[in-house]
T-cell receptor, first 111, second 112 residues
Framework: NAGVTQTPKFRVLKTGQSMTLLCAQDMNHEYMYWYRQDPGMGLRLIHYSVGEGTTAKGEVPDGYNVSRLKKQNFLLGLESAAPSQTSVYFC??????????FGPGTRLTVL | AQSVTQPDIHITVSEGASLELRCNYSYGATPYLFWYVQSPGQGLQLLLKYFSGDTLVQGIKGFEAEFKRSQSSFNLRKPSVHWSDAAEYFCAVGSGYSTLTFGKGTMLLVSP
């Protein structure tokens, strides 16, 4: 039982490049979330999903897109990376809106 | 809109001393409340949660928290801090049906 896993763990991009972060969970959770964490800002919700095929915007959605084609996977895309998107990205999942289980994070640097 | 305030950005506690981390929330209904801990370079781990019932909840690693509706608070406590407790602590509030709102975190430093 791996819980929540994130791929990759680290990534360096140049401004304007695109990439996709993958989150996978094996707990059969309905809800999945993408956060970014920046120093002094806590966790800010980017997008979330309450079920397969559904997505919704969070607090800071601009510059990101998501897809939930399978219940166990939640993808976060950056179409044209900017230095302001340098951050640590966390994925989480939960059974409905209860306690969230977090992945280990992806550290992204945009040059 | 719901919100969470953690008034202390940093706290330093001597090893063996007691600890209290403050959390105040704003929420229109009965809240679901959580405390998470994050060690450097790691994801967040749930320490404890409050949904209903007894207002004093016990968590892992010897932590407890007390829900005080009149004060809109959910403070985290530990009677004796260990060096391994040094980490960042996040309080969160939600409805139980959707998203959580996190506080900005309190960094705990433990001195010898």
């Amino acid at each position: 039982n791996a819980g929540v896993t994130q791929t990759p763990k680290f990534r360096v991009l140049k401004t304007g490049q695109s990439m996709t972060l993958l989150c996978a969970q094996d707990m059969n959770h309905e809800y999945m979330y993408w956060y970014r964490q920046d120093p002094g800002m806590g966790l800010r919700l980017i997008h979330y999903s309450v079920g397969e095929g559904t997505t919704a915007k969070g607090e800071v959605p601009d510059g990101y897109n998501v897809s939930r084609l399978k219940k166990q996977n939640f993808l976060l895309g950056l179409e044209s990376a900017a230095p302001s998107q340098t951050s640590v990205y966390f994925c989480a999942s939960s059974y409905r809106g209860n306690e969230q289980f977090f992945g280990p994070g992806t550290r992204l640097t945009v040059l | 809109a719901q919100s969470v305030t953690q008034p202390d950005i940093h706290i330093t506690v001597s090893e063996g001393a007691s600890l209290e981390l403050r959390c105040n929330y704003s929420y229109g209904a009965t809240p679901y409340l959580f405390w998470y801990v994050q060690s450097p370079g790691q994801g967040l781990q749930l320490l404890l949660k409050y949904f209903s019932g007894d207002t004093l909840v016990q968590g892992i690693k010897g932590f407890e928290a007390e829900f005080k509706r009149s004060q809109s608070s959910f403070n985290l406590r530990k009677p004796s801090v260990h060096w391994s407790d040094a980490a960042e602590y996040f309080c969160a509030v939600g409805s139980g049906y959707s998203t959580l709102t996190f506080g900005k975190g309190t960094m705990l430093l433990v001195s010898p």
